[in-house]
């Protein structure tokens, strides 16, 4: 099945123009500290062989002033003038370094560069667009970019599920309107996943990869991007695991390594000459046919079985790699890559990502890593992972990305520390749109956060963010935010959010929507964060999560999203204890049901600025979106506590039964409620619901009927034991019968990961 056309209304979606609408307030009347472009306006660009790469930036300022101001005249008296020259405050390694003065009569840009111009002439944009007027205020500004690179990805783009490999279809996730709105975020990379062996042909080790090479899309894309200012990675996990029946194998037996995954997959030895000379022949070639590729974003040890050394314990079984020190043995095969790379492309950049293990071992494996790897490489290490978060009065561990958790781990300062000493570039990777916290929300409204982790990111000198994974990508007010906050000097939080809040909402409702988002910050920190909660827990399906009295004897495997990984639609798993974590029923229905009536405050905040302001459609979409939060987090509440309350039954004396069928009903009854409220906001946002990891829609429209149909049948079910007492035979079906191994289903999934490369 071709999964691009579950997607391509959402496409469609990411399609639509920046500028669409007039967004002038013909009532505005220009103040004395500001400029008047009313009357038309000039734009002065220099001449530079390097100058078209910004015609995209001049083609779209040009129609923001068309278009959201009204301004038709291009040769008016007002001069904007572009001088390439390189500001006299730049300092050392800067980059998108540009200075803007405002003059009555002319407007003066300087950079160093065309990147410099592109982020001037959209600090212009929004200037205008907070003042909802062609004014521009009188004075300097000066800027440069601290957290230089700022990666992200296409919500709709397939990766794992079996939803195919983006690089081997036909079909562009990347519409050029879409691009256009995440340069206007500052946003300035993406990155797409791909597996050597499908994508690179090899004289090395001609079985592990395809007859030719398939690289042209990728190519196009680096053509494409450019074009906006937006580079291009290749995300990787290699040298990668491969089944042990392939056919490289029975050629080469020499370089079969030790780890494997279920009994099937086996790891190619990195320390046999044949495959540190496939390392170099492929990365050369990758490089040489996509010249315009800005690097490697390589997962090395950790997330899936690569080299022989992810552990003291595998590595005893090969005889070359147990031999070598684990330092050694993953240090040489960083530099390897990094070697094939450089002699093709200099400026290119080798990410080095460990994910995986972060205790105590792990940590020290990756400060010696750090310092051991060419000094060229960069290290990419996740912010918040292994950080310390008090919740429901426990000392709970970050071990996931976390937007509710505003902190960074001691691993991460420790290694920002050593990289900054060793003056060796460092990357944070988070979660910046939304996290698995909340993953079926395009984005969530807390740029507090946000510009709390790149303050941070500032102090600790990181010079780059890989900014979402799978989810988290949607062109939004947060990667907006990220892209402001990227900047230095990075304005204090309060005139920070405030300005932020006048590009969407316009000066005189700034200081409103920022109050609300600070609002929505805080409710957010209540989050009670645990893998369990939201792995296997129901908040990424709720509101649309089944209430069954009968109970359910499979699992949803391997997370509680909507599909397995076979893409089978999963079960509503009803095992609450998979839900809890360090936390009791109680700690989850008190946190939930206490997070969605504050969160609800703020929602009402943003009404209210809504009722007394004429707000366009992508206003509306940031209520849609705020407001779907806040029934997510009640529906949550009322899924745990509905099986809390089932379970109960069957130890409980009929007057208690008769309480408990009691609060089973109004839960229900209050379930169903925010059903139907939610399908209200889906017609406002689309992209609410949808799981961008799954690719699919964790709840939607058709999901929350058939919620709101089943939950009526539970009503009468209730109703009818209200009057007459427990029929105890689906009683007994509710307790009865063992349940469904994960082992085993884990170990199908498996099976079905390894056949799509996944």
Avoid at 289 to 301: C, D, R, S, T
Avoid at 384 to 391: D, F, Q, T, V
Avoid at 450 to 460: I, L
Avoid at 663 to 687: G, P, Q, S
Wanted: glycine letters at 6%; aromatic letters at 10%.
């Amino acid at each position: 099945m071709n999964y691009y056309y579950k997607v391509r209304h959402l496409l469609k979606e990411l399609a639509r123009p920046v500028h669409c609408t007039s967004i002038r307030n013909r009532n505005y009347k220009p103040e004395t500290t500001t400029s008047d472009l009313s009357a038309g306006y000039r734009l002065v660009i220099p001449h530079d062989k390097k100058i078209h790469l910004l015609d995209r930036s001049i083609h779209d300022f040009h129609r923001f002033m068309s278009v959201a101001m009204e301004v038709k005249n291009p040769r008016g008296r007002y001069e904007i003038q572009v001088a390439l020259e390189t500001p006299k405050w730049r300092s050392r390694n800067a980059s998108e370094v540009y200075q803007i003065e405002v003059q009555p009569q002319r407007c003066l840009i300087t950079s160093s560069d065309v990147e410099g111009m592109r982020r001037a002439l959209i600090y212009l944009e929004d200037e205008m667009t907070i003042r909802r007027a062609p004014t521009l205020p009188l004075g300097k500004v000066s800027r440069r970019a601290q957290v230089q690179a700022r990666i992200s990805r296409s919500p709709c783009a397939p990766y794992r599920w079996q939803s195919g490999w983006e690089l081997e279809d036909k079909y562009d996730y990347y519409p050029d309107e879409y691009l256009n709105k995440l340069m206007h975020c500052g946003t300035n990379g993406i990155w797409v996943a791909g597996l050597f062996r499908r994508l690179i042909a090899s004289k090395v080790l001609p079985e592990l990869g395809p007859r030719k090479h398939c690289l042209e899309k990728l190519r196009k894309l680096t053509e494409k991007t450019e074009q906006y200012g937006i580079k291009v990675y290749l995300f990787c996990i290699e040298p990668r695991i491969v089944p042990k029946d392939h056919p490289v194998f029975a050629r080469h037996p020499e370089i079969i390594g030790n780890t494997r995954m279920c009994s099937i997959c086996n790891s190619i030895c990195i320390s046999s000459p044949l495959v540190r000379n496939y390392i170099l022949e492929v990365v050369g070639a990758l490089f040489q046919q996509v010249p315009k590729l800005a690097g490697l974003i390589n997962i090395f040890n950790g997330e899936r079985g690569t080299t022989c050394w992810p552990d003291k314990e595998t590595v005893q079984s090969c005889p070359r790699c147990r031999k070598r020190g684990q330092t050694e043995a993953l240090a040489d095969g960083l530099n390897l890559f990094y070697e094939g790379m450089s002699k093709v492309n200099p400026s290119a950049k080798m990410i080095a990502w460990s994910y995986g293990k972060f205790d105590q071992e792990a940590n020290a494996l990756k400060a010696a890593l750090v310092k051991r790897i060419n000094p060229n490489i960069v290290w990419l290490e996740n912010m918040e992972h292994g950080g310390i978060k008090k919740i429901c009065g426990k000392d709970v561990s970050t071990c996931e990305y976390s937007l509710s958790y505003e902190g960074n781990s001691s691993v991460f300062e420790n290694l920002a520390k050593i990289a900054r000493t060793r003056n060796r570039k460092m990357y944070a990777k988070l979660q910046i749109g939304t996290t698995y916290e909340l993953s079926s929300l395009p984005y969530l409204p807390l740029p507090q956060t946000v510009h709390r982790k790149f303050a941070k990111m500032h102090k600790f000198g990181v010079s780059g963010t890989m900014e979402s994974w799978i989810i988290g990508g949607y062109p939004s007010l947060m990667l907006k935010a990220a892209g402001e906050a990227a900047f230095a000097p990075l304005p204090r939080e309060r005139p920070f959010l405030e300005r932020l809040a006048g590009i969407y909402w316009g000066k005189t409702k700034a200081k409103r929507a920022a109050k609300a988002w600070e609002h929505f910050s805080r409710t957010f920190r209540q989050y009670p964060c645990a893998n369990e909660v939201f792995y296997y827990g129901p908040i990424t399906r709720s509101p649309a999560y089944q209430l069954h009295l009968e109970q359910e004897k499979r699992l949803a495997l391997p997370y509680n999203w909507g599909l397995h990984r076979n893409r089978n639609v999963q079960p509503h798993e009803d095992r609450l204890e998979r839900w809890l974590g360090p936390f009791t029923p109680e700690d989850l229905i008190k946190s939930f049901r206490t997070m969605g009536y504050d969160w609800n405050k703020g929602v009402r905040m943003i009404e209210s600025i809504i009722r007394s302001f004429p707000a366009g459609p992508g206003l509306k979409k940031q209520y849609a979106v705020a407001a779907a939060a806040g029934l997510q987090f009640l529906s949550t509440a009322n899924v745990i506590e509905f099986y809390q309350l089932r379970d109960y039954l069957h130890k409980s004396e009929p007057a208690v039964q008769k309480r408990l069928l009691r609060k089973m009903r109004n839960t229900v009854l209050d379930d169903i409620a925010l059903a139907r409220a939610m399908k209200k906001f889906l017609r406002m946002e689309i992209f609410i619901g949808f799981e961008s990891e799954i690719y699919d829609y964790s709840y939607s429209g058709k999901l929350l009927d058939d919620k709101i149909k089943q939950a009526k049948k539970v009503l009468q079910t209730l109703s009818s034991w209200q009057k007459t007492g427990v029929d105890h035979s689906v009683l007994n079906r509710i307790i009865a019968g063992p349940r469904q191994p994960a082992l085993t289903e884990r170990e199908k999934n498996y099976k079905q990961w390894i056949k799509y490369g996944d």
